[in-house]
């Protein structure tokens, strides 16, 4: 008995091409709920690029908003124009600290910045320091062996 | 002193509502500015002294999400930002009067 081909079944292509479609709709939904989780770490980087002084504040503003904004697609809209944003906001806040608590945590943070250079000053004074003592120490090596060859 | 037409559309949805609070996501929807153009741009104007801004009063544990940033345009705010979009509405053509 000779069997004619089935003409309604699916080649092999047709399966291929039917698994791939599945496949990226899978991804893609898994990429969907990802993006509130990329949008949050996104944010907090973009928080990070800003002066210490402001980071709390901003972090904590734009997770607020975040929270609002309906949508993974939103969420991560919102969080890479801030990221491209946020050169311009950092000289913004540069210019002049937004806030009092702002302006009382610069100052801090100009104190902190005055200690760092205190402490570079002096490791820079003890580094010079023992490199001029190694420095003699190989010229009085030196000055011995020199010594010790004409006494022989 | 020229201000972008951003500048001049937030400045404009904030005088809607003078005394009212705006919070950045509000302000975006209403001007359909995006956020890395619109923080750096609050940003100057409250220290220009044209906004002021503060943290609500919310339990977040209560209201079930973080306590939001407000902001509030400052008499000078109010009187600069009229200022402003006087000066802008009479230096566009007509067409273009009704963008802010």
Redesign the interface.
């Known amino acids: 008995m000779h069997l004619m081909p089935a003409k309604n079944a699916l080649s092999t292509f047709e399966i291929r091409k039917i698994l791939t479609v599945i496949g990226i709709i899978l991804i893609l939904n898994r990429l969907l709920t990802w993006l509130p989780r990329w949008s949050i770490r996104l944010v907090e980087r973009a928080a990070n690029r800003l002066p210490v002084n402001a980071r709390a504040r901003y972090l904590n503003d734009w997770q607020a908003e975040l929270e609002c904004i309906p949508g993974g697609l939103g969420k991560i809209r919102f969080a890479v124009d801030l990221f491209r944003g946020v050169t311009a906001l950092a000289k913004e806040i540069a210019v002049k600290p937004v806030g009092a608590e702002a302006q009382a945590s610069l100052v801090i943070f100009k104190n902190q910045a005055t200690a760092l250079e205190q402490h570079r000053a002096v490791a820079l004074l003890l580094l010079v320091g023992f490199l001029i003592w190694i420095a003699l120490l190989r010229i009085e090596s030196k000055n011995s062996l020199i010594a010790g060859h004409a006494a022989t | 002193m020229a201000y972008s037409m951003k500048t001049l559309a937030v400045l404009a949805a904030m005088l809607e509502d003078q005394t009212g609070k705006h919070?950045?996501?509000n302000l975006?929807q209403k001007t359909k500015t995006?956020?890395?153009?619109l923080?750096?741009m609050l940003?100057?104007l409250?220290?220009d002294g044209w906004l002021t801004?503060e943290?609500e009063d919310v339990d977040p544990r209560v209201a079930a999400?973080?306590?939001?940033?407000y902001y509030t345009l400052t008499g000078l705010g109010i009187r600069k930002a009229n200022e402003a979009l006087n000066t802008a509405r009479s230096q566009l053509t007509p067409s273009f009067i009704g963008c802010i």
Request: aromatic residues 14%.
């Open positions: 919070f950045g996501y975006m995006l956020s890395g153009t923080y750096p940003a100057r409250e220290n801004s943290v999400r973080k306590p939001r940033r």
